[in-house]
């Protein structure tokens, strides 16, 4: 198919398919261009490898004034790809121009936005719209995964036919890659902020989330792969006028406001535009100013502080986000940059724990009885969870032998714990730890206390225990988690000895929903009453 200038001459020509004459594609692929040729390949090469049918596939490719060979190798391809139409227009300074033009031009019954250095997964449109088909879903949110040093905004986990915006994490995640119904973004004139390199996608999102009849999501598959670019030449990563950008995310915070009334739901949003909009830039591009510079950015953000920063959003933030508004709200500045540099150009010092088992992140001007930031500003104790990974399981003549990595953020880990549960018994197995890494054998005739672990179903769990710093240092912290595999390996039932109470057949398993891994011990190694669970 020819490229275009004119988006009014790119009418398709020729005959079409002979279903298609009739119903038309299923979904309008679009993606907008501009310089983004050693790419192409694999984000549209994405699209030509979908398990749907092609004819259900409509591509609209809008090149944005690109100058690397971007417009002639979508030109190639259009020629070999009957359902590729490519429209070139001059470049107009982001994303937002060429996708709207895209959308004025799709005939699918839904559209889908790809981003040209981005990619899909080889079945995405065909689970996408399978859902939305079966579920009259307005907007569909597929699995994203980070690619390249970029990372997933959200970590969907959960597979749902309905999910609330105010009870799930999809709101976290207001880019455009994902499935809309386009009769409802025609119903509610949705369209693209033009002209903006950077959250031109915001007001889109926000609007069709909060107008949604049903928000479904795929999680159950790696529907889009988020690639960081190599030159670092992303949009989120370019510097720019920072004060127009806070001024424009006052634009937008409006439209939430006039959304959604004020109370315990605005807050849940706008806890989302703390961490992602209105306290992004006070990092690096906030150190790089002089100090009028970082006066005027502060004085941009203050009016969206004042404005939108509840008690219960201060709360909701992590300390790091929660000083930076605190210095906001109060008018600190220095106190800002020192908070600011402390994340940036240095790690923050060790944590405090308090004799009561509080924990205090370690900014600076904590408790500084020169500066009058509150002790809660710092406080992380309801956010410390234990980070853990099981890396590796394995049996060695009748030992279960475990490994892996846990460490408690900000504190470290001093020693580590298996803990074998089963009818309110308890039972711990101490671990070698060193710098986060642990290992540990679980051995069944010694497990239990230097005892014979009993028949039944043990559930497997990890605790860590970290010491503070310094006058702290008598004070500890301890957290617990599932244990749960990362990888599936292929572990049989076997024998196992247990001394004086006799041999027994031990069984690795994932316990369902959430695929805890529990032992279980007996004479056959099979769950007592009921199905054999599915080894590891």
Same mark, same amino acid.
């Given at each position: 198919?020819?490229?275009?200038?004119?988006?009014?001459?790119? !009418?398709?020509?020729?005959?079409?398919?002979?279903?298609?004459?009739?119903?038309?594609?299923?979904?309008?692929?679009?993606?907008?261009?501009?310089?983004?040729?050693?790419?192409?390949?694999?984000?549209?090469?994405?699209?030509?490898?979908?398990?749907?049918?092609?004819?259900?596939?409509?591509?609209? @490719?809008?090149?944005?004034?690109?100058?690397?060979?971007? !417009?002639?190798?979508?030109?190639?391809?259009?020629?070999?790809?009957?359902?590729?139409?490519?429209?070139?227009?001059?470049?107009?300074?982001? !994303?937002?121009?060429?996708?709207?033009?895209?959308?004025?031009?799709?005939?699918?019954?839904?559209?889908?936005?790809?981003?040209?250095?981005?990619?899909?997964?080889?079945?995405?449109?065909?689970?996408?719209?399978?859902?939305?088909?079966?579920?009259?879903?307005?907007?569909?949110?597929?699995?994203?995964?980070?690619?390249?040093?970029?990372?997933?905004?959200?970590?969907?986990?959960?597979?749902?036919?309905?999910?609330?915006?105010?009870?799930?994490?999809?709101?976290?995640?207001?880019?455009?890659?994902?499935?809309?119904?386009?009769?409802?973004?025609?119903?509610?004139?949705?369209?693209?902020?033009?002209?903006?390199?950077?959250?031109?996608?915001?007001?889109?999102?926000?609007?069709?989330?909060?107008?949604?009849?049903?928000?479904?999501?795929? @999680?159950?598959?790696?529907?889009?792969?988020?690639?960081?670019?190599?030159?670092?030449?992303?949009?989120?990563?370019?510097?720019?006028?920072?004060?127009?950008?806070?001024?424009?995310?006052?634009?937008?915070?409006?439209?939430?406001? @006039?959304?959604?009334?004020?109370?315990?739901?605005?807050?849940?949003?706008?806890?989302?535009?703390?961490?992602?909009?209105?306290?992004?830039?006070?990092? @690096?591009?906030?150190?790089?100013?002089?100090?009028?510079?970082?006066?005027?950015?502060?004085?941009?953000?203050?009016?969206?502080?004042?404005?939108?920063?509840?008690?219960?959003?201060?709360?909701?933030?992590?300390?790091?986000?929660?000083?930076?508004?605190?210095?906001?709200?109060?008018?600190?500045?220095?106190?800002?940059?020192?908070?600011?540099?402390?994340?940036?150009?240095?790690?923050?010092?060790?944590?405090?724990?308090? !004799?009561?088992?509080?924990?205090?992140?370690?900014?600076?001007?904590?408790?500084?009885?020169?500066?009058?930031?509150?002790?809660?500003?710092?406080?992380?104790?309801?956010?410390?969870?234990?980070?853990?990974?099981?890396?590796?399981?394995?049996?060695?003549?009748?030992?279960?032998?475990?490994?892996?990595?846990?460490?408690?953020?900000?504190?470290?880990?001093?020693?580590?714990?298996?803990?074998?549960?089963?009818?309110?018994?308890?039972?711990?197995?101490?671990?070698?730890?060193?710098?986060?890494?642990?290992?540990?054998?679980?051995?069944?005739?010694?497990?239990?206390?230097?005892?014979?672990?009993?028949?039944?179903?043990?559930?497997?769990?990890?605790?860590?225990?970290?010491?503070?710093?310094?006058?702290?240092?008598?004070?500890?912290?301890?957290?617990?988690?599932?244990?749960?595999?990362?990888?599936?390996?292929?572990?049989?039932?076997?024998?196992?000895?247990?001394?004086?109470?006799?041999?027994?057949?031990?069984?690795?398993?994932?316990?369902?929903?959430?695929?805890?891994?529990?032992?279980?011990?007996?004479?056959?190694?099979?769950?007592?009453?009921?199905?054999?669970?599915?080894?590891?």
């Amino acid at each position: 198919m020819p490229v275009h200038t004119d988006i009014a001459a790119a !009418a398709p020509t020729g005959p079409a398919p002979t279903d298609l004459a009739t119903t038309g594609p299923t979904v309008s692929v679009i993606v907008p261009v501009h310089n983004t040729r050693r790419y192409l390949d694999r984000s549209l090469g994405s699209v030509f490898a979908q398990t749907m049918d092609q004819r259900r596939i409509e591509v609209i @490719a809008v090149d944005d004034g690109s100058t690397d060979g971007s !417009a002639q190798w979508l030109a190639e391809q259009a020629r070999s790809h009957p359902n590729l139409t490519v429209l070139r227009r001059p470049a107009s300074g982001g !994303a937002g121009r060429p996708r709207n033009i895209g959308l004025d031009r799709a005939t699918g019954d839904y559209v889908f936005f790809l981003d040209s250095d981005d990619r899909l997964g080889a079945a995405a449109l065909c689970r996408l719209t399978h859902m939305a088909e079966r579920h009259g879903s307005d907007i569909v949110y597929g699995r994203i995964v980070g690619a390249d040093g970029r990372a997933a905004p959200i970590d969907l986990r959960t597979t749902s036919a309905g999910v609330s915006v105010f009870d799930s994490p999809v709101y976290w995640s207001l880019a455009a890659y994902k499935l809309f119904r386009r009769s409802f973004l025609e119903q509610h004139r949705l369209r693209f902020v033009e002209g903006r390199l950077l959250a031109e996608d915001l007001p889109f999102g926000i609007t069709a989330l909060l107008r949604a009849e049903v928000v479904s999501v795929v @999680a159950d598959y790696d529907c889009y792969y988020l690639h960081g670019r190599d030159d670092n030449s992303n949009a989120s990563r370019q510097d720019m006028d920072w004060c127009d950008y806070l001024d424009y995310i006052g634009t937008v915070l409006a439209g939430v406001a @006039a959304e959604v009334p004020p109370g315990e739901d605005r807050d849940k949003l706008m806890v989302r535009h703390f961490h992602g909009e209105i306290l992004m830039p006070f990092a @690096a591009p906030y150190l790089a100013r002089d100090t009028a510079g970082r006066q005027a950015m502060a004085a941009a953000a203050r009016p969206l502080v004042e404005r939108y920063l509840t008690d219960r959003v201060l709360a909701a933030l992590p300390p790091r986000l929660r000083l930076r508004a605190h210095c906001l709200r109060t008018g600190l500045d220095d106190e800002l940059t020192a908070v600011v540099r402390a994340d940036t150009e240095a790690a923050p010092a060790p944590a405090h724990i308090d !004799a009561d088992g509080r924990v205090y992140a370690g900014y600076p001007y904590f408790r500084d009885p020169r500066r009058t930031i509150p002790d809660s500003c710092y406080d992380l104790t309801d956010r410390l969870v234990l980070s853990q990974r099981l890396t590796r399981l394995h049996w060695v003549a009748g030992v279960l032998h475990l490994s892996g990595t846990a460490t408690l953020p900000e504190l470290g880990g001093d020693t580590v714990e298996i803990l074998l549960h089963r009818d309110g018994t308890e039972h711990r197995v101490r671990a070698q730890c060193t710098d986060g890494a642990w290992h540990t054998t679980l051995d069944p005739a010694t497990a239990a206390d230097g005892g014979p672990l009993p028949d039944g179903i043990w559930d497997l769990k990890i605790a860590a225990t970290a010491h503070g710093t310094g006058p702290a240092a008598a004070h500890a912290v301890r957290r617990e988690a599932w244990l749960i595999p990362q990888h599936d390996p292929a572990l049989r039932p076997r024998a196992v000895d247990r001394g004086p109470i006799g041999p027994a057949r031990a069984t690795l398993f994932r316990s369902p929903p959430h695929g805890r891994l529990q032992l279980e011990l007996g004479p056959d190694g099979g769950r007592t009453g009921g199905t054999p669970p599915r080894p590891l």
